[in-house]
């Protein structure tokens, strides 16, 4: 058993000297494409889409005043849809 333990130890040493470059290289890709994806998310569409909604909230109001024209348009002030 012990005999197994250390051939399983050997081939995994073996292995990772062989193959340590492209797994660290995997590793760092993975690493960088959910840090650069989770910043995408939380730096640019998340304020991005707080501004379309700021945005858009009176136009909402005028649109559920049944005010289409000013819904649409705008009031001067505000934007329409």
């Avoid at 051939?7 to 470059?21: C, G, L, M, N, P």
């Avoid at 492209?22 to 890709?29: H, K, R």
């Amino acid at each position: 058993m012990a005999h197994e333990n250390e051939e399983i130890i050997a081939k995994a040493q073996d292995f990772w000297t062989r193959y340590q470059k492209q797994i660290t290289v995997v590793l760092a890709v993975v690493v960088l494409a959910v840090g650069g994806w989770y910043a995408y998310k939380n730096f640019i569409v998340k304020p991005n889409t707080e501004k379309a909604v700021d945005a858009m909230y009176k136009a909402e109001e005028y649109y559920r005043m049944d005010s289409l024209q000013k819904a649409l348009n705008g009031d001067g002030i505000h934007w329409g849809l």
